[in-house]
């Protein structure tokens, strides 16, 4: 994994994270760091160890988040996270994902339905 701390013109000086296909972003049970992810390049298998064995629930591609369902109940991740080739994540901090949402209804909207979706089970659908 390597960092860039923001001096990307084209990403609005947004911190990123890169990832190698394999590379896992980050595991299940794993503290979240304050912050979530959005996947600007790539693809990302989004595992959960169900009755014994790594299941997929989803795989998520640009303009997907990843990671604020441990950001909105503060705990640890509840999948593992993996690039499933050359990935490209910009950093959300949760400070700013909070205001982002009381900003913006629509992306209010849009996180429910995503946390609903995964609740009841059914796969998120990428873009």
Known sequence: MSEDTGG???LGGMDTKTFA??????REGQPAQDEA???H?????????IDGTQTLLNTLSKGD????????????HSVTATALEDVTLLVIRAS???????TNPRLALELI??????????????R
């Open 8 to 10: 990307n013109e084209d």
């Open 21 to 26: 296909p394999g590379e896992v972003i980050f």
């Open 37 to 39: 992810y959005l996947v």
């Open 41 to 49: 390049r790539g693809r990302v298998e989004v595992h959960r160890l």
């Open 65 to 76: 988040l990843l990671g604020e369902v441990a950001l909105f109940r503060e705990g640890p």
């Open 96 to 102: 700013r994902l909070e205001a982002m949402v009381q």
């Open 113 to 126: 339905r995503q946390l609903a979706a995964m609740a009841s089970g059914a796969p998120r659908t990428g």
